[in-house]
């Protein structure tokens, strides 16, 4: 879980006057990817949780496209009146600047961060039979073998990629990186020996996990998953450091008054500390965040170099 500042009692700062009747309308919310993800999952738990807190209806609004990025322009481009938000993730607002030369949208001048949701690591895991049994082990057999150690993922430029590009960075490895079309392809070639290794998202992976079909060796967060907690983190098993997180907030187009932002973030926060969202958020392998605005924007700051120089360095394409 990031560092974060309780967000109760945010100043409403310039803008109020203009806020004081907002909600008048339903609030869109819209998500950039298909429905029925994990994404879109979220975006609808959070909405039901705000719309009687705001006391209008937040509705999801699906606007599938570009990785993300159409929906994510739209939502840059619309009124900023507090009546359009978006849910971002990391693809969207981290990695996008790097791999779209000609994106629509600057994930810091075109938005305004209103709260980081959640976040959730990757778990490093290794078909059943890979003689290694620990990440030093691993990183031994892969530095005497450059090229041989195979790693799957949902495609070029996913989060799984840049974070298997950075774990060669850190540790001076050279896995060979092979694309699926998702990651349950990726995961069944693992299951069947066909593949080395992957970084996969923990709820897709567990299931294989606790039926002794794969191995874990490391998570990439910073601290041991309460789903997972025999498995150390990369910086506990040799790579102090590393971490990669795959994450997920609220966005309001730039220019939204602050005592909107402040509003929204305040809410956010109550609804994802409720209890039936904790316990939610834990089942699905979910780190509850609920930051406040300046945090939030503070990690993209963050986040948007990181992942620009694990695309240069392993000269990341999306073709």
Do not use: C
């Not at 806020?19 to 950039?32: M, N």
């Not at 040799?238 to 994450?247: D, K, R, T």
């Amino acid at each position: 879980m990031l560092p974060r500042r309780a967000v109760l009692a945010l100043p409403f700062l310039s803008g109020a006057a203009a806020a004081q009747d907002w909600p008048s309308r339903p609030i869109r919310l819209v998500v950039p990817f298909p429905p029925g993800g994990s994404t879109d999952l979220l975006a609808r738990r959070i909405g039901e949780k705000l719309s009687p807190a705001l006391g209008q209806p937040v509705v999801v609004e699906n606007r599938p496209g570009a990785g993300g990025t159409t929906g994510s322009e739209m939502v840059a481009r619309a009124a900023p009146d507090g009546a359009t938000i978006l849910f971002g993730v990391t693809g969207t607002h981290g990695v996008a600047p790097s791999l779209f030369p000609r994106l629509g949208y600057d994930p810091l001048k075109d938005f305004a961060p209103i709260s980081l949701v959640v976040t959730a690591p990757l778990v490093l895991v290794v078909r059943r039979d890979l003689p290694a049994r620990d990440l030093a082990g691993f990183i031994a057999a892969a530095k005497a073998a450059p090229g041989d150690i195979t790693y799957g993922t949902p495609g070029n430029g996913t989060s799984m990629h840049l974070t298997g590009v950075m774990f060669d960075m850190q540790a001076g490895t050279r896995l060979s990186h092979v694309p699926y079309r998702g990651s349950g392809p990726a995961l069944n070639d693992l299951v069947a020996g066909n593949l080395a290794t992957m970084f996969g998202d923990l709820l897709v992976v567990l299931p294989q996990l606790r039926a002794g079909t794969i191995r874990a060796l490391a998570v990439t967060g910073a601290q041991r998953h309460p789903l997972l907690p025999e498995v150390p983190t990369m910086a506990e098993a040799g790579l102090p450091g590393f971490l990669a997180l795959s994450w997920q907030g609220l966005f309001a187009p730039a220019g939204t008054p602050p005592a909107i932002v402040a509003r929204l973030a305040n809410e956010v926060h109550a609804a994802v500390t409720a209890p039936d969202m904790r316990e939610f958020f834990a089942s699905q392998g979910f780190a509850i965040e609920g930051s406040a605005p300046e945090v939030f924007r503070a990690l993209l700051e963050t986040e948007i170099p990181k992942w620009a120089a694990v695309v240069k360095a392993g000269q990341v394409r999306l073709d």
